[in-house]
């Protein structure tokens, strides 16, 4: 399949590229292909062609049952290579299977559905009628209408992490709204962003209103500077939503920026202890520890500390790692070395800093290839400590200790992040009054619903960033409020 996808898509047409990157399976580092990396130019036209579609093509001025139409037939075609889309995500991504049909690609196209659903609410709005007393001494009757209008072009960034997931994220509720699109996918995970290229020119969208161009920081710095772009959506690390932050304040272009997360997994006392040690090693070890919004610190009542630790080192040691194309396979790799790397560092880290080392914590014997780490579990930890407060993106947990609900509360809001977290514990009013006090843009109480809802906005605060993605919420965000006025009598 990656043969076929060798080259850009701008304006509706494939755009060559003279540079390209070896792209590594993470499981065995064999070569899955060879992509395009764009540069200057193709970010130049890129952008032409999305501000040619906006300002002067039909795709902000479609009603939004044309929209959808158009946009119903994309996902259409998406499905139809849904076995293939899936096999990337396992290959490109590092995923397991089961992971990568589930999360990776049916959730994110659950939303996508929801948001064509969404995107039929009314535009415009009628405001209350205003009575305002005229200079003759009448009573002046007056109206408004706000109108919602797309924003306008918008460059979309994603990461390596969940590459389908986010990218139909973004793309889907910026056309959705009628803006046109750019989208830059990490360099380690192009393919899953181009074959939306073929999927756009089999279905026919109009020319320039999605575009995909590849590239390291220098494409992406350009599609975050340049004037022609209003908005950028950005999933990545912390340090690079600043970075992007900073480089599209001079032209005061929208930025929404859904960053890393150090989030708190809160375990009562009364919590059952096997539910709350699953949803624990689930917090650190779905996609490897790889994913901004799991619940890596386990904040546990010292009453049941001791016990929970247990039940969750023999539930990460009863865990298969392998290759992910094999079904069976519960843990897969990291993305790259670099990623490795940074996991043992953060061990020798939390062990010079007093934590205690439970479980894990080094490469697995029997991987001569491919970037395998075992899951990792500390204990003792202090949530001062670095290991507590910053983002690993690989699969450790740690347990901090506590007595009473204050002192939970205190530690889980102890971080620079603020974007998921998660209470356990059989008294359910009390859990919810405590995910009210929780600072941060979700809490989970005993396991949530269940699923990612598609209507829930989804999002943080503080350094996990801000703006919100998903429902109503997420396609406002593509949006601005224009007040219009009319003197009724």
């Excluded at 220098?218 to 690079?240: N, P, Q, W, Y």
Aim: net charge negative; with cysteine; glycine share 12%.
């Amino acid at each position: 399949m990656v043969a076929t996808l060798q080259s850009l898509y701008i304006d509706g047409e494939w755009a060559t590229a003279r540079d390209r990157d070896v792209i590594l399976n993470p499981a065995d580092e064999s070569v899955l292909g060879e992509a395009p990396v764009g540069n200057a130019g193709h970010v130049d036209a890129a952008l032409a062609a999305a501000h040619t579609a906006f300002h002067h093509g039909p795709w902000p001025h479609l009603s939004a049952n044309e929209r959808q139409a158009k946009l119903t037939a994309f996902l259409d075609a998406i499905d139809r290579r849904s076995g293939e889309i899936i096999d990337l995500i396992v290959a490109e991504a590092g995923s397991t299977r089961g992971l990568a049909q589930f999360l990776q690609y049916a959730t994110p196209m659950k939303h996508a559905r929801t948001t064509l659903d969404v995107m039929l609410r009314p535009a415009q709005t009628a405001l209350p009628i205003d009575l305002t007393p005229a200079a003759d001494g009448s009573t002046m009757l007056g109206g408004h209408v706000l109108s919602r209008e797309p924003v306008g072009v918008v460059s979309a960034i994603t990461a390596y992490n969940f590459p389908f997931f986010l990218n139909i994220g973004k793309i889907i509720p910026a056309m959705a709204a009628g803006c046109t699109v750019v989208l830059k996918p990490s360099p380690y995970t192009p393919f899953e962003a181009l074959i939306l290229g073929q999927i756009a020119e089999e279905v026919g969208l109009p020319r320039g209103v999605l575009n995909i161009v590849t590239g390291g920081a220098d494409v992406g710095a350009a599609l975050t500077t340049d004037k022609r772009v209003d908005l950028v959506t950005f999933t990545g690390s912390d340090t690079v939503g600043a970075a992007i932050q900073a480089q599209a304040a001079p032209t005061l272009k929208r930025v929404l920026l859904e960053l890393g997360g150090k989030s708190a997994l809160i375990v009562r006392a009364d919590a059952d202890i096997q539910q709350a040690a699953m949803a624990g090693v689930m917090g650190f070890t779905i996609h490897c520890g790889q994913g901004c919004a799991l619940t890596t610190r386990h904040i546990v009542h010292n009453a049941i500390r001791a016990r929970y630790v247990e039940a969750v080192k023999q539930m990460i040691g009863a865990m298969k790692i392998g290759n992910p194309s094999d079904p069976s396979v519960q843990l897969g790799p990291l993305i790259r070395e670099q990623a490795r790397t940074r996991s043992e560092s953060y061990v020798e880290i939390a062990r010079a800093e007093g934590a205690r080392l439970v479980a894990g914590g080094k490469r697995p014997a029997g991987f001569d290839k491919g970037f395998f780490f075992e899951p990792t579990l500390f204990n003792d930890v202090d949530n001062a400590h670095r290991i507590a407060q910053e983002e690993v993106f690989g699969p450790i947990g740690v347990v901090i200790g506590f007595d009473t609900d204050e002192e939970a509360i205190r530690i889980a809001n102890d971080s620079n992040f603020g974007l998921g977290g998660g209470i356990y514990s059989r008294d359910a009013g009390k859990a919810y009054a405590m995910a009210l006090a929780i600072r941060a843009g979700g809490v989970a109480i005993n396991g949530g619903a269940g699923t990612m809802s598609s209507h829930a906005p989804f999002g943080g605060i503080k350094r996990s960033g801000y703006g919100r993605e998903y429902g109503i919420e997420g396609l406002n965000e593509f949006t601005y409020m224009k007040s219009i006025s009319f003197h009724a009598a």
